[in-house]
């Protein structure tokens, strides 16, 4: 389940470096941001996505224990988008070995139960 995961995440991010270098390409981020604003899907589309990372993000602020290392994903989160959320899982994913739900989602430590 580890490596299925390690591939789901590096394809993400990999994904994600595609398409942005590719929409970089073709046309500037702020000349986008400009003629898409007006479109009421594109708005909607996009608090669909910062939703979604603020949702990440609880989950990363209960597993971090350092407010530097709580603002820091913030930002990235908030900047960086799935890029910083699949980086993030990949060095969770790296860190936790042998492969532990409860050790991964939870921060319990190896051998404690999180129930």
Known sequence: MRTLLIILFAGVFLSMAAVTTTATLQRGMFQAGHDLWPDWW????LLDAYCG???FYVWVAYKEKSLV?????FV???LLGNFAMSAYMLIQLFK???FSWERMLLR???GVSAS
């Open 42 to 45: 594109f708005r909607a589309t």
């Open 76 to 78: 990235g989160i908030m």
């Open 53 to 55: 990372f603020i949702a």
């Open 96 to 98: 936790t070995d042998p």
């Open 69 to 73: 290392a709580r603002a820091g994903w």
């Open 108 to 110: 319990t430590p190896q």
